[in-house]
């Protein structure tokens, strides 16, 4: 009986292999489908703006740090100096990696959630909502680490790493990703109109225009500087920043730990609250 | 789990449905608790083809996704195939094939792809989905369409890849929501070809429509639903003969004289149901009762005398027509 269910492969006997444990109500442990499946549809239709990820930020490095960083010079952050162009290379990379992110979990979530009912169709399956979660975000994990990859080919041709340190970059990536996506992908499922979406959309451009992308915050007032650096963008531009001049300390560990936090709680609401609207 | 049932009515040791006092009202912001099935019994055993018939907001749906595990009931037990759909969602899930009102197809995959990556939801191999998908392909007489993109099919296509896909992972119990609503007779008619087949091999069917013939042709038993209750259960056959008797003799006077001909109908036939449009007289005799409407000189513009359907059964229960004139 029990040999059996281990070899057999019918449908049922895959979901009773994990019946009896605490997460079967949630979880199949087949996220990866969704990555399959999303793989299978970037051919026909989100290819370019998977595209678009890689590019932007590269036209940045081009245009600030060489255009306006001809004008300003070196930069200096505490105790180094760099050039503009190195100084604001790991923050567009943090920038895109969250770029990348918002918009998987948001506009394309919102439309596999309420117009292509991919959800509908995946939870009336054996997979889960915790699967679901999963999946999407890893997906936008895939696409943060997959921009790292190719913004750090572009850096290192510019010559702008020094430390093989920049090669913790592509997990950075894919932390930053992944905090994003959760909290992006659990906001897009309290949503109802895509209006919503653009006011979450709204707020993305301050957030890549202030947070120390393009100068040190040192230059607001102290009582600024406290709000700017609880925002998650500020997070991952100071985590790539610190990995890219090799600066190794414990702000770096409250970064990684800062991420970790708010993804888990985006993952857990997001669970949540695909249960609620495709379970209940 | 498995649990212990009481006895029921039909015998069955493992009933593939068992339902009582199966409630759901949905919480909503504009109007309150809305009560969408209140309190039914239901119980469908192994093999069996099963319909739910009802009007628009019957509550044929909500039951439908209370059985497929993805609606939380609100109160009253329900068992499939054994398990609690409240506590083992996913395993029941892996039983079931599910064919919804409203197609939930990937427009973003092919036709092909749609099936294989369904199956792989289910956690199926590579190796043993590529041949299945073959086949369902061909059972949904959709090869030549299989690198197509889903929006390029008609409405019976797509209907044909639903219920395709939904067999991928070879459920027992098959759950179709209006499977044929919208298409035409034809398309219609190739579906209940593969229905039936799927009967053959001993998947149970449950599925709900508005169409009386469609509930004839495919379903064994069947309850009707009114407002979120049942209000008859049975076989066509048994159903029509209890609730509508044996012959219908349909009547148009006109919309004027309609109203000033019904007292004078008195005494023909055993019940007279009045529609805007037509007067139904239900009778054992139709033919004589139609001489006897004529020499009461009443002249109708237009007579018909037909065999009591499940049309009539409906309109008994319910006090109004199945499909909304
Ligand atoms: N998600 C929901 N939220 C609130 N009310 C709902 C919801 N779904 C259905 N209802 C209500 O529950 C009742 C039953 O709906 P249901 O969809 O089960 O009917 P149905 O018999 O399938 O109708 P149809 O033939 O139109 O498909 C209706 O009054 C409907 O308005
Ligand atoms: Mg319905």
Not at chain 1, 69 to 94: M, N, R, T
Request: aromatic letters at 8%; one cysteine or more; hydrophobic letters at 45%.
């Amino acid at each position: 009986m029990i040999l059996q269910a281990l070899t057999s492969t019918t449908a049922v006997a895959i979901a009773q292999r994990r019946a009896g444990l605490a997460d079967a109500g949630i979880r199949s442990g087949r996220a990866r489908m969704l990555l399959l499946r999303n793989t299978l549809a970037l051919r026909t239709s989100n290819a370019l703006a998977f595209l678009t990820g890689f590019v932007e930020p590269v036209l940045f490095l081009v245009a600030f740090g060489y255009g306006v960083g001809a004008l300003i010079g070196d930069v200096s952050d505490g105790e180094q100096s760099v050039s503009y162009a190195a100084f604001i290379a790991p923050a567009l990379l943090a920038a895109s990696a969250m770029n990348g992110a918002i918009y998987d979990s948001t506009f394309n979530v919102y439309f596999k959630m309420h117009f292509q009912r991919v959800y509908q169709a995946m939870m009336s399956t054996s997979l889960g909502p915790l699967d679901v979660a999963l999946g999407e975000i890893g997906w936008a994990m895939i696409r943060g680490a997959s921009y790292a990859v190719g913004f750090l080919v572009v850096a290192t041709l510019f010559g702008l790493t020094t430390t093989w340190w920049s090669l913790l970059l592509i997990p950075a990536a894919m932390l930053i990703a992944f905090a994003f996506a959760a909290i992006g992908m659990s906001l897009t499922s309290l949503m109802t109109s895509f209006q919503q979406l653009n006011w979450l959309q709204f707020w993305m451009l301050p957030l890549f225009l202030f947070s120390g992308t393009f100068y040190p915050i040192t230059a607001y007032p102290d009582w600024l500087q406290v709000i700017v650096q609880a925002t998650p963008l500020w997070q991952g531009i100071a985590m790539t920043r610190s990995l890219a001049f090799g600066v190794i300390d414990m702000a770096l560990m409250g970064h990684v730990l800062y991420f970790m936090v708010i993804g888990a709680l985006g993952l857990l609401a997001t669970t949540r609250r695909l249960n609620a609207l495709f379970l209940r | 789990m498995d649990v212990a049932f009481p006895p029921g009515r039909h015998g069955w040791l493992c009933p593939v449905i068992w339902a009582r006092d199966l409630t759901k009202s949905y919480a909503t912001k504009t109007s309150g608790d809305v009560l969408a099935v209140d309190s039914i019994d239901l119980e469908v055993g192994p093999g069996e083809s099963f319909g739910i018939l009802g009007a628009n907001g019957a509550g044929k749906s909500t039951t439908m996704r209370m059985i497929g595990a993805t609606l939380q009931r609100t109160s009253g037990e329900l068992t499939i195939l054994g398990h609690d759909p409240q506590h083992e969602g996913p395993l029941i899930r892996a039983h079931l094939g599910v064919v919804p009102q409203q197609d939930t197809l990937d427009t973003d995959l092919t036709v092909r792809e749609n099936i294989y990556v369904y199956g792989r939801y289910f956690g199926l191999s590579r190796a043993e989905l590529q041949p299945r998908v073959d086949d369902l392909l061909d059972f949904a007489q959709l090869q030549d369409k299989r690198d197509a993109k889903v929006d390029s099919l008609s409405g019976g296509m797509k209907r044909r890849l639903t219920i395709a896909r939904s067999l991928v992972n070879e459920p027992s119990l098959l759950l179709l929501d209006e499977p044929t609503t919208g298409l035409d007779p034809q398309a219609r008619h190739l579906l209940w070809d593969r229905l039936f087949r799927l009967r053959e091999t001993g998947v149970t069917l449950v599925l709900t429509t508005h169409y009386m013939d469609e509930a004839e042709q495919l379903c064994e038993r069947l309850v009707v639903m009114d407002a979120g209750r049942i209000v008859a259960e049975g076989s066509p056959a048994h159903l029509i003969r209890t609730h509508a008797g044996r012959e219908v003799v349909e009547v148009r006077f006109g919309a004027q004289r309609s109203n000033e001909v019904v007292p004078h109908l008195a005494g023909i036939g055993q019940r007279t149901e009045v529609l805007p449009d037509r007067i139904l007289l239900y009778t054992e005799a139709g033919e004589a009762d139609l001489h006897e409407i004529v020499a009461r000189g009443l002249t109708p513009t237009t007579a018909l005398v037909r065999r009591a359907s499940l049309e009539d059964v409906f309109l008994r229960l319910t006090g109004r027509t199945l499909v909304d004139e």
